[in-house]
C-alpha cells in the first residue's frame, strides 16, 4: 500500500518503455516499410534468427495502426488449398507458441471456429475442405446441426431464415487473438534485440540505380540501404510504384463493428461464408462483428450506412436475440487483394526490392509465419520452399493459387 | 455515400450498381506478348487519385457506363457512356 502511495506519488511509470526511439541512422541492412505485425514479426525474426539486426522499421503513423489494429483478430487454418493450409498451419502454431516466447501475454483463445454452411453446394465445399485440412493433419470436420446446438445454443437453427443452416465446418483449433499485444510484444522483441522502430516516419520514394534498390526517402532523410521489404497493407501499391514494381492488386475498404458489451454468452468464432459475416465475442463482451470487403476499389478510411445495414440483417439472421443490441463502434481498414486470394512474397524484378503484401482480409492471422519465412528469405537470399507458390512471378507463369478459403469468398 | 448519376436514370446509391473495376485499354488480340496479356489481366494501377472506371446499372436500366471517381473521397466527377473507343 506504501509502495503504491510512493509510486502514485513519484509521477513515473513502473513499467519502463517497451520499445524505444531513436535517431535515424543514414545506413541500415534492411529497411523495412510498415509496422504492423509483418513488418515487426520479420525484424524479430531477422534478429533473433539470424543475427540481423542492423534494421529499420519505418511506420507513418504509430505502430499496429494499420490492418494489424484493423482486423477482428481470428486465427484459424481450415483453408482449402494445400499451399494455404500448410501455410496457416504453421501460423497457428507460431501463435500458440507466442506468449511465452515473447514473454507478452497475447490472449490467444482457441475456442473454436465454425463456418457456416447454408447450402447443399456449401456442405459439398465444407466436405472437400474438411478433407483437404485432415489431410494435412488440421483438427478440422463436418459438424450437423444437433452438435452445432450444442457449441452455440444462440444459433437460429430453425427453418425460419432466408438461409437455413445445414452443417458446419469445425475447427476446434480456431479462436481469437489480442492483436494489439501481437504488435507490442514483436516490438518489445525486436527493440530488445537491437532493430530501430521509427514511428512517425513516412516513406516519401525509393531509390533504384541500376536495377537495384540504393536507399529510401522518408520525411525524416534519406537511409541508404541495400535491402526494402515492402510490408504495408492498403498502400502497398504506392509504395511499390515508388520502386517501379507493379502488382495484381486492388485496394478495398473491410469494415467491422463492435457492439456494446453484453454478459458471456458465445465462446466459439461464428462465420458465414454465403452471409458474407464472422462474428465472435471478445473478452470485454463486445460483439465483434465484420463481413466482406465494399464491392469497389477505394482508399477511404470510412464507414458506410450501407455495410451497417447489411451486416446487421445477416447477423439477425443467426442470433435473432441480438436485434435490441446497439453497435458501439465501426471502423474500416484498407485490404490489398489479389486475383487469387493469396498474398505475394519475396522477390521482384528490382533486385534488393522485396514484398510482402496483398495480404487481403487474411494477413493478421499470418503475421508470425510470413514474418519468419521472410526474414529466412532475406537471410539466405533465397525463397523458403512454404512461401514459394506466393511468388510475384506466379501471375506472369499463370501458376495462380485460388484460395477460395478467404474470408470475403462466397462459396 | 456514394451517389452515382447513370448516364439514363440520374443520381442513384451506389448500391444499386455492380463495379467493373479500372477501365483500361485492352491490348490488340492479334499483335500482343504473352507477357502483355499477363500484365493485362493481372497487373491494376490500384490510383489513388480520380479513376475512370466501369459501373453496371444492375437494379436499374443494364447500362454498363464510364465514371470518373476519387478514390479516396468517392468525390464523382463525370459519369457518361462508352463510345466505342478505347478509354
Redesign the interface.
Known amino acids: 500500500m506504501i509502495g503504491l502511495i510512493r509510486q502514485g506519488l513519484s509521477g513515473r511509470h513502473p513499467l519502463r518503455r517497451r520499445w524505444r526511439e531513436h535517431e535515424l541512422q543514414d545506413r541500415y541492412d534492411v529497411v523495412i516499410v510498415g509496422g504492423g505485425v509483418h513488418g515487426l514479426a520479420t525484424a524479430y525474426y531477422l534478429a533473433r534468427d539470424h543475427g540481423i539486426t542492423n534494421v529499420a522499421v519505418l511506420e507513418k503513423r504509430y505502430i499496429g495502426s494499420g490492418g494489424s489494429g484493423r482486423n477482428t483478430a481470428i486465427i484459424r487454418s481450415n483453408y482449402l488449398t494445400p499451399e494455404g493450409v500448410l501455410f496457416y498451419d504453421e501460423s497457428v502454431k507460431l501463435y500458440e507458441e507466442l506468449s511465452a516466447e515473447l514473454d507478452f501475454n497475447v490472449l490467444f483463445s482457441q475456442r473454436g471456429h465454425l463456418t457456416l454452411a447454408h447450402s447443399d453446394a456449401a456442405v459439398r465445399t465444407m466436405r472437400w475442405r474438411a478433407e483437404v485440412n485432415q489431410i494435412q493433419g488440421v483438427d478440422s470436420r463436418l459438424i450437423w446441426p444437433d452438435e452445432i446446438a450444442r457449441l452455440c445454443p444462440h444459433l437460429d437453427l430453425s427453418d425460419r431464415p432466408r438461409y437455413p443452416i445445414v452443417a458446419a465446418l469445425y475447427h476446434p483449433p480456431g479462436g481469437i487473438i489480442r492483436h494489439d499485444a501481437v504488435v507490442w510484444g514483436y516490438a518489445a522483441g525486436a527493440d530488445e534485440r537491437g532493430v530501430h522502430i521509427h514511428q512517425l516516419t513516412e516513406v516519401t520514394g525509393i531509390d533504384v540505380e541500376h536495377g537495384r534498390v540504393s536507399g529510401v526517402r522518408t520525411n525524416r532523410g534519406r537511409i541508404a540501404t541495400g535491402t526494402v521489404l515492402n510490408a504495408t497493407a492498403g498502400w502497398c501499391?504506392?509504395i511499390s510504384d515508388m520502386a517501379g514494381v507493379?502488382?495484381?492488386?486492388?485496394?478495398h475498404p473491410l469494415q467491422a463493428c463492435v457492439s456494446e458489451a453484453l454478459k458471456p454468452f458465445l465462446d466459439v468464432v461464428v462465420v458465414s461464408g454465403s452471409l458474407h459475416v464472422y462474428v465472435s465475442q471478445s473478452d470485454r463482451g463486445e460483439m465483434v462483428m465484420g463481413a466482406a470487403v465494399d464491392?469497389?476499389?477505394?482508399?477511404?478510411l470510412d464507414a458506410?450506412?450501407?455495410f451497417l445495414e447489411g451486416l446487421s440483417g445477416h447477423i439477425l439472421e443467426l442470433f435473432p436475440g441480438l436485434a435490441p443490441v446497439k453497435v458501439l463502434r465501426q471502423w474500416a481498414g484498407i485490404c490489398d487483394m489479389t486475383?487469387d486470394y493469396s498474398p505475394i512474397m519475396g522477390f521482384t524484378p528490382v533486385a534488393g526490392f522485396l514484398v510482402d503484401v496483398g495480404w487481403g482480409t487474411y494477413g493478421f492471422k499470418a503475421g508470425p509465419v510470413s514474418g519468419k519465412r521472410i526474414a529466412e528469405l532475406i537471410a539466405t537470399n533465397t525463397t523458403p520452399e512454404l512461401i514459394r507458390p506466393f511468388r510475384l512471378a506466379r501471375?506472369?507463369e499463370?501458376a495462380l493459387v485460388g484460395e477460395k478459403g478467404a474470408a470475403s469468398v462466397g462459396h | 455515400?456514394?451517389l452515382l448519376a447513370c448516364p439514363n436514370c440520374g443520381p442513384r446509391?451506389?448500391?444499386e450498381f455492380?463495379?467493373g473495376?479500372?477501365a483500361r485499354p485492352r491490348p490488340d488480340l492479334n499483335a500482343v506478348s504473352p507477357?502483355e496479356w499477363?500484365?493485362y489481366?493481372?497487373?491494376?494501377?490500384?490510383l489513388?487519385g480520380v479513376?475512370r472506371?466501369w459501373w453496371y446499372h444492375r437494379a436499374g436500366c443494364g447500362l454498363w457506363f464510364i465514371a470518373e471517381r476519387h478514390?479516396?473521397?468517392?468525390e464523382v466527377t463525370a459519369t457518361y457512356v462508352w463510345t466505342g473507343e478505347h478509354v
Open positions: 501499391t504506392l507493379s502488382l495484381p492488386v486492388t485496394s464491392p469497389y476499389q477505394s482508399y477511404s458506410t450506412l450501407d486475383p501471375f506472369a499463370r | 455515400m456514394i446509391n451506389a448500391s455492380r463495379y473495376g479500372e507477357e499477363s500484365d489481366v493481372y497487373m491494376r494501377a490500384n489513388l479513376l472506371e478514390t479516396k473521397t468517392h
